[in-house]
């Protein structure tokens, strides 16, 4: 079994959001929901920036909706200025990390090495790593994509990974944040090329991949109706409680 068998709806904040926008926007959310108990077809995960996650954490207790950090430090603690570790983000109530986002691979510089590092700390602590891949429009445009991703996927997935305590989330670089959506072919070709490495890797093909890059309530539904979509991981419309809201009924 994968890591669940409902769609998976992760919404990255990235670094926006002070504490009235945050309250606003979380508030706004779980308005939404009918009953704590209420009977849902997805997951809904929502990845505020580090200083907001006490908060929101507490705000969503006893919701349907599970909140997870951006970013984690490869260490549980130390001497080690500014970071944070997954121990702190399992202590404060979140349960998941996101990893290897492109912003944090081309800004930050990093490699699959660090990633893997992160996540493997990220699963010593209980936390389970959302780790994202994806091609650049240059490897897109020289045809190295799919080998990209297998390079990705077989050197970021930590020891101890398995399909049923990692997320995959497949975001092509030149479709985060861009309003270019990969095609639907094009994310057939490279979640099915995930479930092979995978199979290699972990011994099954039934990991949870998500898709990312300008998902919008208007692509959602043509998003979720190919099969090997187990969700989506949304940037931008994730800071709307209705786009994210529409996105989620979609699934
Ligand atoms: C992201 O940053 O993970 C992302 C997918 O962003 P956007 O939805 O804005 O393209």
Known sequence: MSFTNKKIIAGNWK?????NEAWQLTNDLLSKFESPDQKLQFEMIICPPATLLSEVVSMVDGSPIKVGAQNCSDKLNGAYTGEISPTMIKDIGAQFV???????????????EIVSQKAFSALSQGLTPIICIGETLEQKE??????????????????????????????????????????????????????????????????????????????????????????????????NADDFWNIAMES
Request: charged content about 20%; hydrophobic content about 35%; proline content about 3%.
């Open 15 to 19: 670094m926006n959001g002070l504490k």
């Open 142 to 239: 020289n045809g190295s994509a799919l080998a990209v991703i297998e390079d990705q996927f077989t050197n970021s997935i930590p020891e101890g990974a398995s399909i049923e305590n990692i997320i995959i989330a497949y975001e092509p670089v030149w479709a985060i944040g861009t309003g270019k959506v990969a095609t639907l072919q094009d994310i057939i070709d490279i979640h099915t090329k995930i479930r092979e490495v995978s199979e290699k890797k972990l011994g099954s093909r039934n990991i949870s991949i998500l898709y990312g890059g300008s998902v919008k309530p208007s692509n959602a539904k043509d998003i979720f109706s190919l099969q090997d979509v187990d969700g989506v991981l949304v940037g931008g419309a994730s800071l």
């Open 98 to 112: 996101i990893l290897g986002h492109s912003e944090r691979r081309s800004y930050y510089g990093e490699t699959n």
